[in-house]
């Protein structure tokens, strides 16, 4: 096991596009950290620098105490799993857990050693016998896992490695991975794009847009304080909804002037209410989870919506809504439930907003 340091790591391409720009962070001793964004945020361009399969424009990387800018990935100490299997198909699954331990010089006996431990953790013993197209695709992926877990090496990558199973299989595998990090207490660097995975698997979290990290920390801090919209937006399902209108004083208390002309309440501990209280007068915009909403009868401050659809889902339901021209979810109880064209009333829980400066999209709590 071992640390892995990133110190102002960036990746720039010869025909001048930035992959990676500044990324500086640690990954613990025996952390499973997840990379998250969206396509083309660069999370893969970062790991496939860890693994030395990518070139570093500048900036230094260390695995334990080594700086391994310049060594070749073979000599990393490092095992990588990718979106595609990658197996071969003539040999049979104890061939290929074993291939890379063959080539590395490793004995038949130590083979075959680290093998059965290696099909016993994933539960591939029956399997062995067994060549890839004789698998399903969940199968394969713990063949793929199983691979690298024979090297024992400092440090796991995998790079997107249930993009390829049905949502069944995800949500297993996904617990397998969870399960096996446990075991074996070993430094994990995850990369995918869905958030789901992210904040179910991620001890903590690096959350990138356009190759520049925006937020790095524990998967629930993420969640209930983004440090800008980009992170609000993007975790959370469905994603946080935004009112945007001008900060204005009511009543001795401040409230957000939709457009609609609806006063919407401020509500905040009193340090951010201090911040708020200099935007009078100013554009902002309020972040409210679908969970934070409820319905509720009409009231001053009170938000009025048209209901567009109605999506239950079994132990809960989406209203999405249109709110004077903005668009909103509200999840609730699958209990009486209004109906598509229904007007309604929203009540919101105070305790949960978040505020945004809309010209750099910032959090005002950060």
Known sequence: ??????DRLRKVYPNGYVGVDDATFEI?????????????????????????????????????????????????????VFQSYALYPHMTVAENLGFGLKLRGASKDEVARRVRESAQMLELEPLLD????????GQRQRVALGRALVRQPQVFLLDEPLSNLDAKLRASTRVEIARLH???????????????????LGQRI?????????????????YNRPANLFVATFLGSPKMNLLQGEVVERGGGL????????????????????????????RLIVGLR???????????????????????????????LDCGG???????????LPKVGDTVHLDHNPDHLHFFDPDTGRSLRA
């Open 130 to 137: 067994r060549k890839p197209a004789a698998l399903s695709g």
């Open 28 to 80: 613990g001793d025996g952390e499973l950290m997840v990379l998250v964004g969206p396509s083309g945020c660069g999370k893969s361009t970062l790991l496939r620098m860890i693994a030395g399969l990518e070139t570093i424009t500048s900036g230094e990387l260390r695995i334990g105490d080594r700086v391994v800018n310049d060594i070749a990935p073979k000599d990393r100490d490092i095992a990588m």
């Open 1 to 6: 096991m071992a640390k892995v340091t990133l």
């Open 326 to 336: 903005e668009e909103m979810v509200v999840r609730l109880p699958p209990r009486k």
């Open 182 to 200: 446990r075991k074996l207490g070993t430094t994990m660097i995850y990369v995918t794009h869905d958030q789901v995975e992210a904040m179910t």
């Open 255 to 282: 409230a957000l002037r939709l457009k609609d002309g609806v006063d919407f309440a401020l509500v905040a501990e009193e340090e951010l209410l201090g911040t708020l209280r200099r935007q009078v007068g100013r």
């Open 290 to 320: 679908p969970e934070d909403l409820s319905l509720a009868d009409a009231g001053p401050g009170r938000l009025t919506a048209r209901v567009e659809t109605v999506e239950p889902v079994g132990n809960e339901a989406f209203l999405n």
């Open 206 to 222: 690096v959350v990138l847009d356009k190759g520049r990290i925006q937020q790095i920390d524990t998967p629930m801090a993420l």
